[in-house]
């Protein structure tokens, strides 16, 4: 009888996705198999090494301390065994695996979206799940492999990076404002009905941005999507604040005091730590950047030559 524990790679894997995930129904969505494969597996690679890698409460899977010693090893194999499958297969199309991102709405549909042919292109065997709403999940609880956010976290095990800034601007559609006039200053914009976000359902700072424009403005139509914004200007309702890249989608929306209201906003990239380095979800990172880099006059109009014609 061999001397040496008897396990495989495989149990490394099912190993490394519930450590990250701390759950067995997230780490067998990821590795697309059953909750039962997953928990036999961790219980056939505790029993071969003769420990105990996690504490099983009810809100999860928590690494032991020698599981967290076993995650380092288990991560550098992980890290040497994609590098091999890329050489052997053709570089990045070789990754595989299930990729959860986080992200705003605007964000999510209104650009990453039109990106996605390239995604599937450059990554044809990674699959992504895109969620919008994004105020139910937890980096911490690695309900999400990748967050897009508006904030950056104040603390944590997190790794966050800018992706890009963006601005905002006042608009109407050019049927309304047609109809009740040109806007001359920000005080005569208390004069209009305005659309925005519900006060009390705002996730983000990022997003509180009505008093930001005058202290006096109350939204009449309020909508907790950007989308049911975006849809109530183009049909003449008031006024609204929206992303540039949101609103250069559609030509007929207008402006209102181009050269005096402007804000801006950041979106930030934020992944856990422990996740960083994992090969596929370091593609998915350099993608948003790439993509980011590429289209940076949609996000801010003073870069859109388009916009200012």
């Known amino acids: 009888m061999s001397a040496y524990p008897?396990?495989?790679?495989?149990?490394?894997?099912y190993f490394l996705a519930v450590a990250r995930t701390g759950q067995l129904s997230t780490a067998a969505r990821q590795l697309r198999t059953s909750h039962a494969t997953v928990s036999r597996r961790i219980d056939r690679l505790e029993f071969?090494?003769?420990?105990?890698?996690?504490?099983?409460?009810?809100?999860?899977?928590?690494?032991?301390?020698?599981?967290?010693?076993?995650?380092?090893t288990a991560e550098k194999i992980e890290a040497e065994a994609d590098r091999l499958q890329a050489e052997i297969s053709g570089g990045a199309t070789a990754q595989r695996g299930v990729i959860r991102m986080s992200a705003p709405e605007g964000f999510a549909n209104f650009f990453l979206t039109h990106q996605l042919h390239d995604f599937?292109?450059?990554?044809?065997?990674?699959?992504?799940?895109?969620?919008?709403?994004?105020?139910?999940?937890?980096?911490?609880?690695?309900?999400?492999?990748l967050a897009v956010s508006l904030d950056p976290p104040k603390a944590g095990p997190y790794y966050c990076e800018k992706i890009a800034d963006y601005s905002l601007h006042v608009y109407g559609s050019r049927r309304y404002l047609e109809r009740n006039g040109p806007v001359q200053n920000r005080d005569e914009l208390l004069q209009h009905p305005f659309i925005g976000y519900i006060e009390d359902m705002i996730f983000a700072p990022g997003l509180d941005y009505l008093?930001?424009?005058?202290?006096?403005?109350?939204?009449?139509?309020?909508?907790?999507?950007?989308?049911?914004?975006?849809?109530?200007?183009?049909?003449?309702?008031?006024?609204?604040?929206?992303?540039?890249?949101?609103?250069?989608?559609?030509?007929?929306?207008?402006i209102v005091l181009a050269d005096?209201?402007?804000?801006?906003?950041t979106y930030w990239l934020i992944c856990h730590h422990d996740l960083r380095n994992v090969p596929r979800v370091r593609m998915v990172i350099d993608f948003l950047f790439r993509i980011a880099r590429s289209n940076m006059p949609s996000f801010l109009r003073e870069l859109d030559d388009d916009s200012r014609r």
């Not at 008897?6 to 894997?13: A, I």
């Not at 005096?260 to 906003?265: H, K, N, Q, S």
Request: proline share 5%; net charge neutral.
């Open 6 to 13: 008897q396990f495989t790679w495989d149990d490394l894997m």
């Open 120 to 145: 599937t292109e450059s990554y044809p065997n990674l699959a992504l799940e895109l969620v919008t709403i994004q105020q139910i999940m937890s980096l911490s609880r690695k309900e999400a492999d």
């Open 211 to 254: 008093g930001d424009v005058h202290p006096g403005i109350k939204a009449r139509f309020q909508s907790s999507s950007i989308f049911a914004q975006l849809t109530a200007t183009r049909n003449d309702l008031g006024l609204c604040i929206l992303p540039h890249f949101v609103a250069k989608q559609h030509p007929e929306l207008q």
């Open 48 to 72: 071969a090494l003769k420990v105990k890698l996690f504490e099983r409460n009810p809100r999860g899977y928590v690494l032991t301390s020698m599981g967290q010693r076993f995650i380092d």
């Open 260 to 265: 005096e209201v402007e804000l801006r906003r």
